[in-house]
């Protein structure tokens, strides 16, 4: 391993409670010991069933100590306490083995966390250049993968200690033949260093395989209506074959390279151990002394092939942990501040986006270039021009979605940045063409924008967003939407989203093409909901023509970039 990858290691060790690593270490030296004595129990009952015979051939200390234990507890004695050494073994090895699950569960609960609460606390022009899917495909299964690097590291550990334990032994009894085997471990787990880079070029393989899984499978079902409209359910079904079929090669390549690393130390350990006894017998070992080192050699084949394992795990874990170590640093480079305590104050006179300029990554021209417009408190303005002309932008200026990159977002003089900007963030209300509503009830969903909001609170909201059908309906607020609120129609679903945004009280409300999508008669509702709230908050319409833009107390026309004239909407070309 290399000094990196120890560094790793040590992170994710880091995420198990300092209690969980106290007993995760006891268990596995006791559990180490209690193999260790276990097997170096077979010198004093060799020596009981020999009747002291095959004592001359041990070295003096155990010459001694076994003629001193047959002689106090017999071999009756000897064998009840080799059994009670076992059992006790297999009672720490349970107790390690549920110690070792309860710190993997640990390292894949605080991993997950951390990487939802960064991406939840980073910056929206981080955010929005992200695709979702590697996020979604991180979080759920490879955050697993990488719980899975931890309990094979875990392991790992272990087979370090038991075979230094057991390595011990063996030299207590004949330290030349130790030696030789501990040398032919070390060799063959060196020779073994090919399969562990093949495991991780594997490991980045199946992120690749998995983050393109997720990625088609959330697109597929996103799209369904306009498949089933297109005919394509089978070529959908053939790239999502495609993808499976190829993270399962990616995951079967893992698999071979296991078994056939497996199947080649199994030999090669029966090799280091044939050689462990020719040394032996060469060397006139007593076979009270050669039977032991066999038992001990013998045991440490499987524990070299698990430390092999482990470590050709960990390596196959690498590239995910590498990719959660990545998004953790650049998501908390994107940090926003913490929310203020204070709320922001609503504005009085004006909000005013001065001297803004805005470039998005990949484009040449920037998205806004220096614009200034200022929105009278309480007004209403609609913002018009052809797509790209950066109407959006503008607007997620105004709601203080990112800061410009280069002029000021202020509030009445007060220019807003930092933890100030967040805060005004929370004074704005977004209603977009495609609404979201959560699979939950329409309480639930209202509940977004204020958790402690009360049923007259909502009933009024509703009201004010021409949104009384949802009290006509059999259960009324408790009334589950449906996944992404398809349970309603696009016009249902907008007005509830609406009087979401109106129970958080907006001191800004941007409706960026709120009701492009709708029929005439959703349309005049919404308008009627925007109608009553004019003079009451600060209001910014995104569209191109309808009711909306005809009752704005100014129509602002942007292309390019940069505001091309204010006025009346201009007629169609």
């Not at 002291?52 to 200390?61: F, I, M, R, S, V």
């Not at 790209?388 to 940045?417: E, I, N, Q, R, Y």
Request: include cysteine.
């Amino acid at each position: 391993m290399t000094l990196s990858t120890i560094r790793r290691a040590a992170g994710l060790l880091r995420s198990i409670p300092p209690g969980q690593i106290a007993l995760l270490s006891a268990l596995t030296l006791a559990s180490a010991l209690s193999e260790g004595v276990g097997l170096l129990m077979l010198v004093p009952m060799l020596s009981a069933l020999s009747a002291g015979e095959l004592a001359a051939g041990l070295p003096g200390w155990a010459a001694s100590a076994s003629a001193t234990l047959a002689q106090w507890m017999g071999l009756g004695g000897l064998l009840a306490l080799f059994v009670a050494l076992v059992a006790a073994r297999a009672v720490l090895n349970y107790r390690l083995a549920l110690a070792q699950t309860r710190s993997q569960y640990a390292v894949v609960d605080d991993w997950r966390d951390r990487i939802y609460r960064a991406l939840l606390s980073a910056g929206w022009r981080h955010l929005s250049a992200m695709r979702q899917s590697d996020n979604i495909s991180l979080l759920i299964q490879l955050v697993d993968t990488i719980g899975d690097g931890i309990f094979r590291l875990l392991g790992l550990l272990t087979s370090v200690v038991t075979l230094g334990i057991v390595w011990l032994a063996a030299f207590a009894l004949s330290p030349v033949t130790a030696l030789v085997g501990a040398l032919g471990g070390m060799a063959v787990l060196a020779l073994f260093s090919r399969f562990r880079r093949h495991a991780r070029g594997l490991g980045s393989d199946v992120v690749r395989g998995i983050g393109a899984l997720q990625g088609e499978a959330q697109e597929t079902l996103g799209a369904l209506r306009l498949i089933k409209s297109h005919g394509q359910e089978g070529g959908a079904a053939l790239r999502l074959s495609q993808n499976v079929g190829a993270l399962r090669r990616a995951q079967l390549a893992m698999i071979r390279t296991t078994a056939g690393s497996r199947a080649l130390l199994l030999s090669a350990g029966a090799v280091a151990m044939a050689l462990v006894v020719w040394v032996a017998f060469a060397r006139g070992v007593s076979l009270a002394v050669l039977l032991p080192l066999v038992a001990l050699f013998a045991r440490s084949v499987p524990l070299l092939d698990t430390l092999q394992s482990g470590l050709q795990h960990w390596s196959h874990a690498l590239p995910a942990i590498e990719r959660a170590e990545s998004l953790l640093a650049q998501a908390s480079a994107a940090r926003e501040p913490d929310l203020p305590a204070a709320p922001a104050p609503r504005p009085l006179h004006e909000i005013a986006v001065t001297d803004a300029t805005v470039r998005h990554a990949g484009r040449d021209s920037p998205a806004l270039d220096d614009v200034t417009l200022v929105l009278p408190a309480g007004s209403m303005t609609a913002l018009v021009g052809p797509s790209g002309a950066g109407k959006s932008t503008l607007a997620d200026l105004f709601g203080a979605m990112f800061a410009p990159d280069a002029g000021t977002l202020s509030v009445d003089g007060m220019p807003l940045d930092g933890a100030a900007l967040v805060g005004w963030r929370r004074t704005s209300a977004y209603l977009h063409q495609e609404p979201v509503l959560f699979h939950t009830t329409i309480r639930r969903n209202l509940q977004w924008a204020r958790s402690d909001a009360g049923e007259a609170e909502m009933k009024r909201a509703l009201e004010r967003a021409s949104a009384g059908f949802v009290l006509e309906l059999p259960e009324g607020l408790d009334t589950v939407v449906g996944d992404a609120g398809r349970r309603l129609s696009g016009g249902e679903r907008q007005r509830i989203a609406l009087a979401r945004a109106l129970l958080g009280d907006p001191a800004l409300l941007i409706l960026d093409e709120a009701t492009s999508a709708l029929d005439a008669e959703n349309d005049a509702a919404i308008a009627r909901a925007i109608a009553g709230l004019k003079g009451q908050c600060t209001i910014l319409v995104i569209g191109h023509r309808g009711a909306l833009t005809d009752m704005a107390d100014r129509v602002v026309t942007l292309r390019n970039g940069r505001i091309a004239g204010e006025g009346a909407i201009p007629s169609a070309s």
